[in-house]
């Protein structure tokens, strides 16, 4: 896949899809400190442009052809440590949505925070991307279950030509870990293949992972890891005290487990607590802020899922803290766009959503009958290399014309089309439901009154108010 990138900041997202197996052929942003920092870790094919001025880059992003535009336009309209207020920063969203139209990869990924999702700059960027063909995954997830250490709550919404709504939730929902990453398992973490190449101070990394760039190769490089090697000094001191300071945004708490996750990065993260927060600290601090660990940037850095030795620009600590804040983390990042990539060249196919099997024995078909009209229907998906179409006419057509499906029998290819018929059919009516919210409060109803062993006929006849049912029924 050939993607490009917008919004490209430090580089994290470009990082975390090129290591997916992305190949990311061209990266823009407005700040020059992000992309000389863009162009020194990940490549020489950033360009800084102002993306408001649509016109200055569909051009030539157009002549690219890629396959996808990925990109996390401004949050800070949105976020929750700011004001709210959508201005400029929130019309970058709608910018990123013209520039997709016109453009129209079959694929775009955006990144945002949560609050986005209900914003009036997304409302019109949907319209856009809806009216040019569109259907979109919408996902809300949490960092600290993508790897990094962190409980960074973010939307992501993925799109791709043609597709029914939902095509990609499943996947993404399949990938998050069990438990959430803790700073410990970051900065006690050992890897089987890591290798020791002596620093020139102590304040460098000597310990670097196969998955990292490492620095010069020297003639004292590459010596075995020595007995008892002590992980660096600030990682020590902060496994050792065992808690950490994040300055709340919101009346928060203060002081962090190491056996928990860090809360989101912002870009007064790395500051100390004040004489303000030690007078009235929040009463959910387990220690005294005052004698936890402080975090060094850099560790703030690896939070955030930049390696070690990533470089970054002679400027201000405020605005290195920024460039990291705005970062999308590159393991989460990494995640997605290899999920993205085994879609796109068919690997896997999105799971069945909500209850078909329940909709189809309630329309007469046994469970075995159920099960086996399922079945049909992941069968039929692999045909279509994991497709899912808006229209059940293309659907059924394009399955029509794989390789595969011409070879089977007759009675065997009209079991897949009716599947596929029968899964667009519940599609419809739960999507007409749910636009419905009495309709769906009935069906809530039938469902506990079902399970509570209430008898069809008394639950009709409550929701239909009827004298003679007994009042506890309607309250069930």
Same mark, same amino acid.
């Given at each position: 896949?050939?993607?490009?990138?917008?919004?490209?900041? !430090?580089?994290?997202?470009?990082?975390?899809?090129?290591?997916?197996?992305?190949?990311?052929?061209?990266?823009?942003?407005? &700040?020059?400190?992000?992309?000389?920092?863009?162009?020194?870790?990940?490549?020489?094919?950033?360009?800084?442009?102002?993306?408001?001025?649509?016109?200055?880059?569909?051009?030539?992003?157009?002549?690219?052809?890629?396959?996808?535009? %990925?990109?996390?336009?401004?949050?800070?309209?949105?976020?929750?440590?700011?004001?709210?207020?959508?201005?400029?920063?929130?019309?970058? *969203?709608?910018?990123?949505?013209?520039?997709?139209?016109?453009?129209?990869?079959?694929?775009?990924?955006? =990144?945002?925070?949560?609050?986005?999702?209900?914003? =009036?700059? $997304?409302?019109?960027?949907?319209?856009?991307?809806?009216?040019?063909?569109?259907? %979109?995954?919408?996902?809300?997830?949490?960092?600290?279950?993508?790897?990094?250490?962190?409980?960074?709550?973010?939307?992501?919404?993925?799109?791709?030509?043609?597709?029914?709504?939902?095509?990609?939730?499943?996947?993404?929902?399949?990938?998050?870990?069990?438990?959430?990453?803790?700073?410990?398992?970051?900065?006690?973490?050992?890897?089987?293949?890591?290798?020791?190449?002596?620093?020139?101070?102590?304040?460098?990394?000597?310990? &670097?992972?196969?998955?990292?760039?490492?620095?010069?190769?020297?003639?004292?490089?590459?010596?075995?890891?020595?007995?008892?090697?002590?992980?660096?000094? !600030?990682?020590?001191?902060?496994?050792?005290?065992?808690?950490?300071?994040?300055?709340?945004?919101?009346?928060?708490?203060?002081?962090?487990?190491?056996?928990?996750?860090?809360?989101?990065?912002?870009?007064?993260? $790395?500051?100390? !607590?004040? /004489?303000?927060?030690?007078?009235? /600290?929040?009463?959910?601090?387990?220690?005294?802020?005052?004698?936890?660990?402080?975090?060094? %940037?850099?560790?703030?850095?690896?939070?955030?899922? %930049? /390696?070690?030795? &990533?470089? $970054?620009?002679? *400027?201000?600590?405020?605005?290195?803290?920024?460039?990291?804040?705005?970062?999308?983390?590159?393991?989460?990042?990494?995640?997605?766009?290899?999920?993205?990539?085994?879609?796109?060249?068919?690997?896997?196919?999105?799971?069945?959503?909500?209850?078909?099997?329940? $909709?189809?024995?309630?329309?007469?078909?046994?469970?075995?009958?159920?099960?086996?009209?399922?079945?049909?229907?992941?069968?039929?998906?692999?045909?279509?290399?994991?497709?899912?179409?808006?229209?059940?006419?293309?659907?059924?057509?394009?399955?029509? *014309?794989? =390789?595969?499906?011409?070879?089977?029998?007759?009675?065997?290819?009209?079991?897949?089309?009716?599947?596929?018929?029968?899964?667009?059919?519940?599609?419809?009516?739960?999507? !007409?439901?749910?636009?419905?919210?009495?309709?769906?409060?009935?069906?809530?109803?039938?469902?506990?009154?079902?399970?509570?062993?209430?008898?069809?006929?008394?639950?009709?006849?409550?929701?239909?108010?009827?004298?003679?049912?007994?009042?506890?029924?309607?309250?069930?």
């Amino acid at each position: 896949m050939r993607a490009v990138e917008l919004f490209c900041g !430090a580089g994290g997202m470009s990082r975390g899809f090129i290591d997916a197996g992305i190949d990311v052929i061209r990266a823009y942003d407005a &700040w020059t400190a992000a992309v000389e920092t863009y162009r020194r870790n990940v490549g020489g094919h950033v360009r800084q442009a102002d993306l408001a001025d649509v016109l200055s880059v569909v051009p030539e992003i157009t002549a690219l052809t890629p396959d996808l535009i %990925f990109g996390g336009p401004p949050c800070q309209d949105y976020s929750t440590a700011g004001k709210r207020i959508e201005g400029r920063n929130a019309s970058l *969203t709608v910018a990123f949505a013209i520039i997709v139209a016109t453009v129209r990869p079959e694929w775009f990924v955006m =990144e945002n925070v949560v609050r986005a999702h209900k914003s =009036e700059a $997304w409302t019109k960027a949907q319209q856009i991307l809806r009216r040019a063909g569109y259907g %979109f995954s919408v996902s809300k997830v949490n960092a600290a279950y993508y790897g990094v250490p962190q409980n960074r709550r973010r939307l992501l919404v993925v799109g791709r030509l043609g597709e029914r709504d939902g095509f990609l939730e499943s996947a993404i929902a399949s990938a998050a870990a069990e438990r959430p990453m803790t700073l410990r398992d970051l900065f006690e973490a050992k890897s089987p293949d890591a290798v020791f190449l002596p620093a020139r101070n102590g304040a460098r990394c000597s310990v &670097w992972s196969a998955d990292e760039l490492m620095p010069t190769i020297r003639s004292a490089s590459g010596r075995p890891l020595p007995e008892g090697y002590v992980a660096h000094s !600030a990682d020590a001191a902060l496994i050792q005290n065992g808690y950490i300071y994040s300055r709340p945004v919101r009346a928060g708490r203060g002081v962090r487990s190491i056996d928990e996750p860090f809360p989101t990065v912002t870009r007064t993260s $790395w500051e100390r !607590a004040g /004489p303000r927060y030690l007078a009235n /600290p929040n009463p959910g601090d387990p220690v005294c802020a005052s004698a936890v660990a402080q975090l060094t %940037f850099r560790q703030i850095a690896r939070i955030q899922g %930049f /390696p070690e030795n &990533w470089e $970054w620009p002679k *400027t201000s600590r405020q605005h290195q803290m920024q460039m990291i804040a705005n970062a999308v983390p590159p393991p989460v990042s990494k995640v997605v766009g290899t999920i993205i990539l085994s879609r796109h060249m068919g690997n896997d196919i999105p799971a069945v959503q909500g209850r078909f099997l329940e $909709w189809l024995v309630g329309r007469g078909r046994s469970r075995a009958v159920a099960r086996n009209v399922k079945a049909n229907l992941n069968r039929a998906r692999r045909l279509l290399g994991g497709r899912t179409f808006v229209e059940p006419a293309l659907e059924i057509h394009t399955l029509e *014309t794989s =390789e595969q499906f011409q070879c089977m029998s007759a009675g065997t290819k009209s079991d897949l089309r009716q599947a596929l018929r029968l899964y667009a059919e519940y599609l419809a009516q739960k999507q !007409a439901t749910e636009r419905n919210p009495r309709d769906r409060n009935i069906n809530i109803f039938k469902r506990a009154s079902t399970e509570v062993g209430v008898p069809d006929r008394m639950a009709d006849a409550a929701l239909t108010g009827d004298g003679n049912t007994p009042c506890h029924v309607a309250a069930a």
